[in-house]
Structure formats: C-alpha cells, structure tokens
C-alpha cells in the first residue's frame, strides 16, 4: 500500500465514514425520504377520516353554522378515507 491509500484510508477511518461505496449511502437516503412521504401521506389520509367523523358527530344547530345539511354531512361522513 503507497502512501497516499494509507493517509486517504486514516482519514475516513478518523471521520467515521466506512468504505463502503457512495451508492449505498443514496439508497439510504432515498429509502427515508420514501418512508418520510408515506407516512405523510398517512398523516393525511387519518386527518381527512377524523375530519370526515367530527363531521358526523356534529348536530343540526353545527351544521347549520357551516352551511351543510345533514343529508350532505351524512354522505361525506361515510366516504372511504381514501376517496
């Protein structure tokens, strides 16, 4: 081993970096980001149901504050969470 292969390994031993290839690294990173956004889109897809719920538990005097009859109130609270 020459000398400049002996400093380059000290140094990433002394970082903390491994010698892994850099590829693995952007596997790592793309993979949470793609967790990240499915949970997101979880998280937005639970809100939506409690909304959806809230919606139903509302009285008549409620909805009619907001300008939705029950009839309206009923068929938005009983949609599928993913619709």
Request: hydrophobic share 35%; aromatic share 4%; glycine share 6%.
């Given at each position: ?22 590829g693995?690294?952007?596997f ?18 639970l809100d939506?149901?409690?909304?959806r ?29 993913w619709?």
């Amino acid at each position: 081993m020459n000398t400049i292969a002996t400093i380059r390994h000290s140094r990433a031993e002394l970082s903390g970096q491994s010698t892994r290839p850099s590829g693995q690294r952007g596997f790592v990173s793309r993979l949470v980001r793609v967790v990240r956004s499915l949970a997101r889109w979880i998280d937005h897809l639970l809100d939506r149901r409690r909304s959806r719920l809230v919606l139903l538990e509302m009285t008549d005097d409620q909805l009619k504050d907001i300008g939705v009859s029950r009839c309206d109130a009923h068929r938005e609270g009983i949609r599928p969470f993913w619709d």
